[in-house]
């Protein structure tokens, strides 16, 4: 008998399994490195990749780093965004092309206006890993002190800008 | 308003699902006609409204009605009229109205060619099927309506996702639909078999050719799939392990599986209650590809729009049909029985190991695609399971099998005498090894995979045309002793032929493919592979609904020309989508693949272009179909045709090779 309940078990496992899966997915999981140090990278800059930029740059500065990439479909919604944000001149925003081929992400920011005051180009995505990247697109807040106050799980909205983010921001730079 | 009599046939669908799902059955349990009778009418009828529904998002779509939401997410007046009908198909909810009307489409076949049945068979395994149907048909109400309207309605639609727009996305997904729909019938079968309490040989007969078709169908789809990824995206794959693509292989394997299975039961009454577990878990798994797909609970690149609403529904309707089943398994199968005994070495047993193979490596499959889902569950962070994962896990599980194929049909039932069976093998395992050998010496590298490949490879075709000989060969009439092997043999000879041709043409793409991704400017020329590459450089072009970039590639080889290639870079108007159109040159010893890549700015027309060679490409596709052409030749075997051909006197609706083709 007992080895006909089996695969009934098994399946009782499997469902309780995808049950949980279903829940995890909405695109809300809190980044575990929210309130940590960004982690430290040094990487060739997309345009100029004789030139190097690191996280440690930046210290002193709140900035964005917005994680992109050309063959990204919800980059493309993002975009104008994140071009009206650098006509503003509010914060600076970093990007990084994830796991892109160099080519494909100069003619893509050609073709759509580049809102990065510099790109670093990830393309083996080691960094991405570093920073838990699972969905392209996604924004980290960092703060003066070089640590992650906040990250955007998919694109930038109107809305989670005005809400979220830009205030966030100028919090941070009144710190 | 034509939206709304399609959402009324629907509607009326469900409802006639639904007193399917239930009438019928309960007149099998109390042995009552009437109810039972009602089963064929109900099947009927929901084939016609089911039809009706199709046919009016069909006419939406070709009318460019962009005041049904559906309409305007995926089609737009400039796409081409044919790819507007197979936009139909190309979204979340029309592609599940498919999946329902095709559903509707083999209740009906089952309805009509089932004469020969008991009554209370008939009911229950058209029954089962309507509760099916009932599943998705509220599940496409309630979540996912493809005749929601858009009010006020939009001036244009979005236009379809341009990977979509391509012939073979015309056929790929009837195809696939009606393999992982038609697993439904043999589950169907299983469970009325586990309600009745019958479970014999003739259950095993009634069922096999259904599944067979069912398998053919679901080769053909997947191959379909896989010969678009090669020509479609661009990068000279046709394989990619992708979670979509896994989820229709899984109950491939199982399908395989479940066919040489029943084939057991049929013959030798044994691997009862193995097969009804193997005929519920592989509908099973067409339902839980079907979840994988639509809940946005992995990452692909077929994956439609996330919504966790759809989710909890589909699992609900998963747990519910697979956990029934596997309850009244639990419950029914141990007073199934054994069946017939038989050695440890013996037609039973070979056939018994490569069910257990094949289960593994559907298994291995599973775990390799839900790896992902399991680790975030238990909260060990996000990771993917990539190809050297199911490379490694699954060629180790082809080689026994392969070798065991070979010797399958050459074993008698009940016991073999292994010194016997291992000196008729001798020359063929010989020759193959000889073969497998020298072979790759002739394309210029040797290397051990190619050699192993090849000799699994030749030693199917080996065994085959041993057992061939052994059949044919003697000093009676040859054309009668032709005549006198049943058509399944033959099918089952020439499907094992196509795994052959399937392998060889792996092999060789996977030892001997070139790829260059070169800079090329205009006059500029590649050599690789003994072929000359000039590229020509690229003219601008009109297409329907997108600009293209038309470049212009003369392959030569020993000066002189072989062909002109005209590879495309497309923009589609609407989207904005580049799109890459592979320009390929096919051929029986292997293609030669030009795409283009991008332009390279700041340069006089020039381009990184991608030139393949590979070799042995298309034997892939030549297996599969091989494999299905195996399948229909099976299912045409005269055993069948009888019951057909009494049919077809009493009442003919739809011939065999309609159904078949």
Known sequence: MMRFILPFVVFVVLAVFLFVGLNLNPREVPSPLVGKSAPAFTLPQLHEPAKQFSPADMKGQVWLLNVWASWCVSCKEEHPVLMELSRRNMVPIYGLDYKDKQADAELWLKKGGDPYVLSVADAEGRIGIDYGVYGVPETYVIDKQGVIQYKQIGPVTPQSLTEKILPLVAELQAK | ?661
């Open chain 2, 1 to 661: 308003m034509i939206p709304e009599i399609g959402n009324f046939a629907l509607i009326v669908g469900l409802f006639l699902a639904l007193t399917l799902g239930v009438l019928p059955i309960i007149g099998a349990a109390r042995n009552n006609a009437v109810l039972m009778g009602v089963a064929r009418p109900l099947a009927a009828g929901q084939f016609v409204f089911l039809g009706v529904a199709l046919l009016c998002l069909t006419y939406a779509f070709v009318a460019n009605d962009f005041s049904v939401l559906y309409v305007a997410q995926h089609s737009n007046t400039q796409l081409p009229t044919i790819y507007r009908i197979s936009a139909v198909w190309g979204g979340h909810e029309g592609s599940l109205l498919l999946w329902a009307f095709l559903l509707s489409v083999w209740t009906l076949a089952v309805a009509l060619y089932s004469k020969h049945l008991p009554e209370e068979m008939v009911a229950r395994v058209l029954g089962v099927m309507g509760l099916i149907a009932v599943g998705f048909l509220l599940f496409m109400l309630m979540t996912s309506n493809p005749f929601d309207r858009l009010l006020p309605a939009a001036a244009d639609g979005r236009d379809l996702n341009p990977l979509l727009q391509d012939p073979g996305l015309v056929i790929h997904p009837p195809m696939l639909y009606m393999g992982y729909v038609g697993f439904s019938v043999a589950f169907a079968f299983a469970i009325a078999a586990l309600l009745g309490g019958r479970m014999d040989a003739t259950w095993a007969r009634w069922s096999r050719p259904w599944t067979t078709v069912a398998w053919v169908f679901m080769t053909m789809g997947i191959a379909l799939g896989s010969w678009w990824a090669y020509y479609e995206l661009g990068w000279g794959g046709w394989w990619f392990w992708d979670p979509v693509e896994n989820a229709s292989f899984m109950p491939w394997l199982l399908g395989t599986a479940l066919m040489h299975s029943l084939a057991v039961t049929e013959k030798r009454n044994a691997f009862k209650s193995w097969t009804v577990l193997l005929a519920i878990a592989a509908f099973s798994l067409s339902l839980l590809g079907t979840f994988l797909v639509r809940s946005g609970v992995l990452t692909s690149v077929h994956s439609f729009a996330a919504d966790p609403k759809r989710g909890i529904f589909i699992l609900t309707f998963l747990v519910i049909v697979i956990g029934v089943s596997l309850l009244l398994f639990a419950w029914r199968a141990p007073k199934i029985g054994l069946g017939g005994k038989f050695d440890p070495l013996s037609r039973e047993s070979l056939l018994l190991s490569n069910n257990v193979l094949l289960s593994v490596a559907a298994a291995s499959v599973f775990i390799g695609t839900l790896y992902p889902l399991f680790m975030d569950a238990l909260g060990q962070g996000k990771l993917s399971v990539g190809p050297p994962y199911f490379e490694a896990v699954f060629v180790p599980l082809m080689i026994p099998m392969l070798l065991l194929m070979g010797l399958g049909p050459l074993a008698r039932w009940k016991k073999v005498d292994a010194p016997e069976l291992a000196r008729r093998v001798r020359w063929a395992f010989g020759a193959a090894l000889v073969i497998a050998l020298l072979l790759p010496l002739t394309m210029g590298k040797w290397s051990v995979m190619v050699s192993v490949g090849l000799l699994l490879a030749f030693w199917i075709i080996a065994s085959v045309s041993l057992s061939l000989r052994e059949r044919l060969a003697g000093r009676d009439d040859f054309m009668q002793r032709l005549r006198g092997q049943s058509l399944s043999y033959y099918g089952m000879q020439l499907a094992h032929l196509g795994v052959a041709v399937f392998i060889i043409g792996v092999t060789m793409v996977k030892g001997y493919e070139t790829e260059r991704d070169v800079r090329m400017d205009v006059g500029d020329v590649l050599n690789t592979g003994g072929y000359e590459f000039r590229f020509n450089g690229v003219t601008e072009e009109q297409g329907p609904n997108y600009v293209a970039g038309k470049g212009h590639v003369t392959i030569s080889k020993d000066g002189k020309v072989v062909t002109e290639l005209y590879p495309e870079k497309r923009q589609y108007n609407v989207s904005g989508m580049p799109m890459t159109e592979a320009a390929i040159d096919t051929g029986l010893l292997g293609d030669l693949y030009v795409s283009l890549g991008e332009p390279i700015p700041d340069s006089n027309g020039a381009w990184a272009v991608r030139v393949y060679i590979k070799p042995f490409v298309d034997w892939i596709w030549a297996g599969c179909l091989l494999m299905s052409l195996g399948g229909v030749l099976a299912i045409s075997d005269r055993r069948y045709r009888i019951h057909n051909k009494r049919l077809a006197e009493a009442k003919t609706e739809m011939p065999l090779e309609e159904k078949t083709a």
